[in-house]
């Protein structure tokens, strides 16, 4: 009777994990992304719930204003301002963000190293 309880516990926490995980993770605070379909722009996720937004095509990194703004996660949503400020889906798996809305992908990042967060909040 221990070992069929103990299994069914198990069983219970390790289906947690899976549907947990495949939901995807949390936008880390002050991490840095890489648009991959324009590779020369950048989005900082920072801690304080704003997001920046960079480019370096002309080989400086320079902000974008426009583009720069509050966002905010909860539950596999985003909002920000890459979304027009409406809500979207939101999953990371590994290195790689997807934003979507309605089944279609708006944007693919890819985490970075650099530019770093602080550089990013230094523009």
Do not use: H
């Not at 809305?101 to 770093?116: C, D």
């Amino acid at each position: 009777m221990k070992k069929l309880s103990l299994l069914a516990v198990l069983t219970v926490l390790i289906g947690s994990a899976l549907f947990v995980t495949s939901c995807g993770g949390k936008v880390q605070a002050d991490s840095v992304w890489q648009n991959k379909a324009t590779p020369t722009t950048y989005y900082c996720f920072c801690a304080d719930g704003k997001m920046i937004a960079a480019s370096n095509f002309t080989g400086t990194l320079r902000k974008f204003p426009a583009f720069s703004g509050d966002y905010t996660t909860k539950g596999g949503k985003i909002k920000c301002p890459l979304t027009g400020a409406m809500e979207a889906d939101y999953k990371i798996k590994g290195e790689t963000m997807t934003i979507s809305r309605a089944g279609v992908t708006l944007y693919e990042l890819k985490k970075v190293s650099s530019p770093t967060a602080k550089e990013m909040k230094a523009l």
